[in-house]
């Protein structure tokens, strides 16, 4: 009889791993992608908002109590 346990542990192990970088891989993207976009987002809105508090300030302020 010849014993193979040892090989059967390591490939387990392998299995194992091998899953292991897998999900890994896969949740690391899944979170990258929507934070990436998010970062995105914010910082376009904070040049929007940038850009709207100078154009408020550069216009006369009885016109803008007038619009509101």
């Known amino acids: 009889m010849v014993d193979i346990s040892d090989k059967i542990l390591y490939s387990e192990v392998k299995a194992e791993h091998t899953f292991l970088e897998m999900i890994n ?3 690391s993207h899944e979170l990258r992608n929507p934070l ?5 987002q914010v910082c376009a809105m904070q040049d929007f908002f940038t850009n709207f508090k100078q154009i408020l300030e550069s216009m006369d ?3 803008i109590k007038e619009k509101l």
């Open 25 to 27: 891989a896969a949740v």
């Open 36 to 40: 990436n976009s998010l970062i995105g």
């Open 61 to 63: 302020q009885s016109i």
